[in-house]
T-cell receptor, first 110, second 113 residues
């Protein structure tokens, strides 16, 4: 069974700090997704990647297929980055389903 | 484009009542899915559809029914609500399954008393 583990579960940072959230999975995947959920809000896709690295603004996502590991980095964190960050992996080919991690709750203090 | 829409946003049901959560998308996506989100757990797949007329069960399908008569709509029916179905429900769509970017609806917060 494919499992998705995220760490840490909770993270508190000061504004401006560099943040890293980790995600590990157990079997082969078609893609890895990083999602963002603000308190009481919907879920937004940040990145989808199957190799290498992607960057969008202050957010960077990397994946190491051999080690079955991905990281989400936030540079120069800001209180508006406070949210739950969710890692999800697609399995069973590109038409398969997703398995989700439990999320990392990030709080950035001013 | 409205993206993925869900109605209602909030709902309170009594045990044993039935209801339908509505989900619609205007992106011509073939793949649609329903998830529930409970505290301390990752999103779990209830049912999914790979196209009009095709549905299949996910991880936690008991107590729920779905149908997909059109590409745009994917309603989720609770047959006889139970307190264990208290949760936040998300509908999502994409061009394919997990190998494609996912688009989520705003969610429905359901309480069963």
């Amino acid at each position: 069974k494919n499992e998705v583990e995220q760490s840490p579960q909770n993270l508190t940072a000061q504004e401006g700090e560099f943040i890293t959230i980790n995600c590990s999975y157990s079997v082969g995947i078609s893609a890895l997704h990083w999602l963002q959920q603000h308190p009481g809000g919907g879920i937004v896709s940040l990145f989808m990647l199957s190799s290498g690295k992607k960057k969008h603004g202050r957010l960077i996502a990397t994946i190491n297929i051999q080690e079955k590991h991905s990281s989400l980095h936030i540079t120069a964190s800001h209180p508006r980055d406070s949210a739950v960050y969710i890692c999800a992996v697609g399995y069973g080919g590109s038409q398969g389903n997703l398995i989700f991690g439990k999320g990392t709750k990030l709080s950035v203090k001013p | 484009n409205a993206g993925v829409t869900q109605t209602p946003k909030f709902q309170v049901l009594k045990t044993g009542q039935s209801m339908t959560l509505q989900c619609a998308q205007d992106m011509n996506h073939e793949y649609m899915s329903w998830y529930r989100q409970d505290p301390g757990m990752g999103l779990r797949l209830i049912h999914y559809s790979v196209g009009a007329g095709i549905t299949d069960q996910g991880e936690v399908p008991n107590g729920y029914n779905v149908s997909r008569s059109t590409t745009e709509d994917f309603p989720l029916r609770l047959l006889s609500a139970a307190p264990s179905q208290t949760s936040v429900y998300f509908c999502a769509s994409s061009y394919g399954g997990g190998g494609y970017e996912q688009y989520f609806g705003p969610g429905t917060r359901l309480t069963v008393t």
